[in-house]
């Protein structure tokens, strides 16, 4: 199966930019989406932007436009969040997802979820 991996989660004052990291256990060729999602109290889990691991095409959430950029890494199979002007509603869990990926013998998903990091943003 694919194992994702995020860090970067912590606490991060208004203001301030904060980069999230997904690696994954799986070359990234093998996952066509890569992506990340969060969800904050009481609410439920929201798209933050996604990027194609083949042609880079992204997509980003309304709230995050122009403040957030996903990239990849492909060599190292990993994804990454980089968020500036942090505001405290960006507090949330954030997941690293992977998608679009093709099943075998040993994977019997085409979707999988990191563990979640945790963002808090708070002076």
């Known amino acids: 199966q694919v194992q994702l991996v995020a860090s970067g989660g912590r606490l991060v004052q208004p203001g301030g930019p904060l980069r999230l990291s997904c690696t994954a256990s799986?070359?990234?060729?093998?996952?066509?989406?890569m992506g990340w999602y969060r969800q904050a109290p009481g609410k439920q889990r929201e798209l933050v932007a996604t990027i194609t691991t083949s042609s880079g095409r992204t997509n980003y959430a309304d709230s995050v436009t122009r403040r957030f950029t996903i990239s990849r890494d492909n060599a190292n199979n990993t994804v990454y969040l980089q968020m500036n002007s942090l505001k405290p509603e960006d507090t949330a869990v954030y997941y690293c997802?992977?998608?679009?990926?093709?099943?075998?013998?040993?994977?019997?998903?085409?979707?999988?979820w990191g563990q979640g990091a945790q963002v808090t943003v708070s002076s």
């Open positions: 997802n992977a998608g679009g990926i093709p099943l075998s013998i040993t994977i019997r998903q085409t979707e999988f």
């Open positions: 799986l070359r990234v060729f093998s996952i066509n989406t």
